[in-house]
């Protein structure tokens, strides 16, 4: 299952968050009824940290933190082993990007999942992952443990991720004139 960058953009306006939840239910488990698929759009939709009262919401009701949870809630209905996210908190600001992060972390604890997180921004990478490669015109370069790698990049495109991420927090960190 996957999780998409912009959660506006993958989100159908037309349907409610229940229609939208329960999409992959429809199709991955047609064999559940539609009170126990409602059940579990609204189980899910629980654990991402949005209350029943959501199920009849639209997209366009939601703030974006919202939106992305709604689209984790879509990728996890189905109980999957591994989801891959794209960039799952680009679009949100630094706060609600905590939040997810949070909500992820606590999500692959609690459900056993695996993550195959495609990003390029080191700090969020750093809050999910423990392993990771780096992809260079389409070819992984380098791979292996994260924090090694971070201390002790080899290759020249994982050395200019590492430095452009040091430039970020250096930049982060200094006051304004």
């Known amino acids: 299952q996957m999780v998409f960058q912009d959660p506006q953009a993958s989100l159908d306006p037309r349907m409610t968050l229940e229609q939208i939840v329960d999409e992959p239910l429809r199709v991955h488990e047609p ?30 009701e ?72 780096v992809l260079d015109g389409g070819r992984m370069v380098e791979e292996g443990d994260l924090e090694a790698m971070l201390a002790n990049p080899k290759q020249p495109r994982t050395k200019a991720l590492v430095a452009g991420a040091r430039a970020a927090a250096l930049h982060a960190r200094s006051p304004d004139p």
């Open 62 to 133: 939601l703030s974006g933190g919202q939106k992305q949870r709604v689209g984790l809630a879509r990728a996890l209905v189905v109980h999957p082993r591994i989801v891959l996210l794209d960039e799952p908190v680009s679009a949100l600001d630094v706060s609600v990007q905590a939040q997810v992060l949070e909500l992820l972390r606590d999500l692959r604890a609690r459900m056993g999942l695996s993550y195959l997180f495609v990003g390029h921004d080191l700090a969020v990478i750093r809050r999910l992952a423990h392993r990771a490669c």
């Open 31 to 60: 064999r559940l009824n539609r009170a126990e698929r409602r059940q579990r759009v609204i189980a899910m939709l629980a654990d991402v940290g949005l209350d029943e009262g959501y199920a009849r919401r639209f997209p366009y």
